[in-house]
């Protein structure tokens, strides 16, 4: 399944015209932006919960990640949650 996963994106970034270019093994900061989002997974999400089964992970997953795009501080725009700059523009 993986495999034809994987062919598909291929197929697709052929036909679009996009070259798919993966980070080479062992060098995470060729792709920062997820690195550092996952660590903040990981350390805000992952490693304050015990998961009584896959539904709660999936709830408490997604409640985290509202909270992340909508009310927690964001250096990259001045400290302020992105909703606050929403309702700015």
Do not use: C
């Not at 550092?36 to 408490?60: C, G, K, P």
């Not at 501080?73 to 606050?84: F, H, L, T, W, Y």
């Amino acid at each position: 399944m993986v495999a034809t996963l994987k062919q598909s994106l291929v197929d697709w970034g052929n036909e679009n015209q996009i070259t798919l270019m993966n980070i080479q093994p062992g060098k995470p900061t060729q792709d920062a932006y997820i690195e550092r989002f996952n660590r903040t997974v990981r350390h805000e999400w992952l490693d304050m919960h015990l998961f009584e089964s896959i539904e709660h992970a999936q709830y408490l997953a997604t409640e985290w990640l509202w909270t992340y795009k909508n009310e927690r501080p964001n250096s990259a725009i001045g400290g302020v949650p992105p909703r606050q700059l929403l309702k700015a523009a």
